[in-house]
């Protein structure tokens, strides 16, 4: 029964290592990917059930909770809830009787156990303390669990003993691998944003907008181009120093953020140069845009670092199109900004035909 034991705890490491990748893939479908994660980890956990020992004629031993143990680390709710709904379910399709009962009540208390765990402030931060809480928790029950079902009997307790020295250590492994493969996607995922990001305004910079140019072409049909330019802005670094210009373009930065949807993408492009994709609306509503995004900046009193407040402008230049001619929209709307800068500034400029 020991080799079993150890065979069921290396069954139940591996197929945890590959559910937890799942977890630490990036994407927008978050619902999916959760909803995908609780059905694996419910399919797995019924696999390992059906890998379960008998020991004694009365108690059967698996390793079904160190999948809750895994989601647990994430911080999960609904897949704990789905994975344990499908393991219980296939549980009393064997039959509803005392132990698919106290089977199934332990899988819950432990779901519940590891929620409440979220709330306890001080574990937050501390990756092993909070895997370590959880792991003792889910082999306490899973122990408990074990001593109701076999009658609190000698062999039930020699039973939850001999679990606890086998699952205890396997968690703990679980646990070490969870940290590791945390660690590596947050720090990826910072080289990533890194990257891809201006550190001064944090809005895109100009590699992601170059990859973002290239989404756009699949994801969208039309797309609309913004180029920006704040007005004499040599002349506010000049007369400020260049922290209060500094402090400016992320005042600019918050102003674009505000006045524009989530799904369009902000860059900052150049010194002083900002562009902004915007997908599918016409070229009167991207005008609407541009023009409430000029007015927005005119009004607004940019506040410098000894608190004195200045006004600025900003010329615009739209192209609008398929996105498929994305690249020369950006040239023409690079000239609207050209014609809009020597018209005398503060205004908005617009290609009058449309691309495609």
Sequence with gaps: MFMSLIANSCISFTGIYFISKIMNYHTRHVHIQKLLIGVLSGCFGIFLITQSIQFENTVKIDFRFLVLLLLGFYRLVSPLFIAATIMSIHRFSYGIDFYSIVACVALFTMVIGTILTYRIIWLQKRLFQFGLTLNVWTCLVAAMGILVGGGFTENAVDVALLVTM????????????????????????????????????????????????????????????????????????????????????????????????????????????????????????????????????????????????????????????????????????????YEAKNSGRNRTHVTESVVG
């Design 166 to 337: 086998i699952s205890f250590p396997i968690g703990l492994l679980i646990t070490m691998l969870n940290i590791d493969l945390y660690l590596i996607h947050h720090r990826v995922r910072e080289y990533k944003i890194s990257a891809e990001t201006d550190h001064l305004t944090g809005l895109a910079n100009r590699r992601a907008w170059e990859m973002q140019m290239k989404k756009f072409k699949v994801q969208y049909a039309t797309c609309n181009v913004l180029l920006l330019d704040i007005d004499h802005f040599k002349q506010i670094n000049d007369q400020y120093g260049h922290a209060n210009g500094d402090e400016v373009l992320k005042q600019f930065a918050e102003l674009l953020h505000r006045e524009t949807r989530n799904q369009d993408i902000k860059a900052r492009i150049g010194g002083e140069e900002f562009g902004i994709l915007i997908p599918m609306l016409s070229q009167t509503e991207v005008v609407n845009v541009a023009e409430r995004i000029r007015n927005s900046i005119s009004k607004h009193e940019f506040k410098l670092l000894d608190d004195e407040r200045i006004h600025l402008s900003v010329s615009i230049g739209i192209a609008n199109g398929k996105s498929e001619h994305l690249r020369e929209m950006i040239r023409l709307a690079d000239e609207c900004l």
